[in-house]
């Protein structure tokens, strides 16, 4: 005997109406199905009230070069998901990905980034790019790494990068924040390298570590332009100052990009990229 309104179910018992099988098939169906992009969050670290790290899964078919930026970001209800262009701050051989981020209270996107917690997702995208990457300059004998606060992201891939000791002979670190414990991120990553496996040892000889502050008294204070220009930074490290044979990379607020800019066009060095490698890069995808 057929179901008691004739409308006959193909393949199911007697009695089953089309509707059971739609409401079963609905009920199968996320409410919210996962971004194709997600990515799980493993870890999260607070440094300050306005500073953070953390780790994320790493999509199987990414592939960076320590250096580089992807844009990540958090999906919205029934929206676009809302993304911005993050440095990759772990090297390009980690399982995992880290960033470094500040906390902006109404900032569309950090507001919500800063609440995250292991075992939320993250939205990925697998295509990373970038010019603060070592194909971009020249071969050379010391290596300049300028960042202010976050800034200092794409520089930690760089230094955990075994590629970075075979190409140059020293590698000076600056990093120049209000306060020392916005100082804590990139000490952390510095004070970790010794146990590297991979640069512990290259590192231990060759990376040297300049931080600064602009707010609070510390061993070097001031802002890193002035300590250069005023000759005071290659003083305080006993190298010569800024010549032909030094590169440079440059991360931070548009002001900082072009001082330092300037800085280095006068020592003789020309701006590099992907494309022509030349004397020093800086990354734009953050400030223009």
Not at 151 to 164: K, Y
Request: hydrophobic fraction near 40%; charged fraction near 20%; include cysteine.
């Amino acid at each position: 005997m057929g179901p008691t309104n004739g409308v006959a179910s193909i393949g199911q018992p007697a009695g089953t109406t089309i509707m059971n099988q739609i409401s079963r098939i609905d009920s199968a169906i996320p409410l919210d199905a996962r971004h194709p992009d997600a990515q799980t969050v493993t870890a999260v670290k607070h440094f300050t009230d306005r500073l953070f790290s953390f780790r994320v899964t790493r999509p199987k078919s990414l592939r960076f070069r320590s250096g580089e930026f992807a844009m990540i970001g958090l999906d919205q209800p029934g929206g676009k998901p809302l993304l911005r262009a993050y440095s990759i701050a772990s090297p390009s051989w980690d399982d995992e990905l880290e960033f470094y981020s500040i906390k902006v209270p109404d900032g569309p996107l950090t507001s919500k980034l800063q609440t995250i917690e292991p075992g939320d997702d993250v939205i990925v995208r697998p295509k990373p790019t970038g010019t603060l990457v070592l194909d971009a300059l020249l071969p050379g004998k010391r290596l300049w790494l300028i960042a202010t606060g976050t800034g200092i992201a794409p520089f930690g891939s760089l230094i955990r990068d075994p590629e970075l000791y075979q190409r140059f002979d020293e590698v000076i670190l600056t990093h120049t924040c209000r306060t020392l414990p916005e100082l804590d991120y990139g000490a952390s990553l510095v004070a970790n390298l010794a146990d590297d496996p991979l640069v512990g040892a290259d590192a231990w000889g060759r990376l040297r570590y300049y931080p600064t502050t602009t707010r609070q008294e510390s061993r070097y204070t001031g802002r890193i332009t002035d300590l250069l220009k005023s000759g005071k930074a290659f003083a305080d490290l006993g190298v010569a100052q800024l010549g032909r044979e030094d590169r440079v990379m440059i991360c931070g607020s548009m002001a900082l990009n072009l001082e330092v800019k300037a800085i280095c066009e006068a020592a003789g060095l020309a701006e590099g990229s992907n494309a022509s490698p030349g004397g020093y890069v800086l990354e734009k995808a953050f400030v223009g």
